[in-house]
Nanobody, 123 residues
Framework: QVQLVESGGGSVQPGGSLRLSCAAS??????????MGWYRQAPGKQRELVAS???????NYADSVKGRFTISRDNAKRTLFLQMNSLKPEDTAVYYC???????????????WGQGTLVTVSS
């Protein structure tokens, strides 16, 4: 029942910055239950985890984005963010927001994916 809507994608030159947002809604959504993350999928490539944050606020980053991207969330506003700095052409992809209840998965607590937002980094 959780719904996710991403925004903030667009076109940017190498070295530029973008800030992605993911708004969560639905009666079942709770930051104490759901881990949240950003994934991306480039053309012809597998979807990969970019960054995640769990209910205990533990954060993980893909090695390729460490030092450049920052994941954060505002629980009161039910929003997840991804600040992307020093963007590179290889960051070009569709970025997806994910909410995962992990071991709490049930008919009430279901995994959810956003529709994706396109990020294009080119000169």
């Amino acid at each position: 029942q959780v719904q996710l809507v991403e925004s903030g994608g667009g076109s940017v030159q190498p070295g530029g910055s973008l800030r992605l947002s993911c708004a969560a809604s639905g009666l079942s959504f709770s930051p104490s239950i759901y881990a949240m993350g950003w994934y991306r999928q480039a053309p012809g490539k597998q979807r990969e985890l970019v960054a995640s944050i769990n209910p205990g606020d533990r954060i993980n980053y893909a090695d390729s984005v460490k030092g450049r991207f920052t994941i954060s969330r505002d629980n009161a506003k039910r929003t997840l963010f991804l600040q992307m700095n020093s963007l590179k052409p290889e960051d070009t992809a569709v970025y997806y927001c994910n909410a995962d209840p992990g071991s709490s998965r049930s008919a009430w607590y279901r995994e959810a994916w956003g529709q994706g937002t396109l990020v294009t980094v080119s000169s």
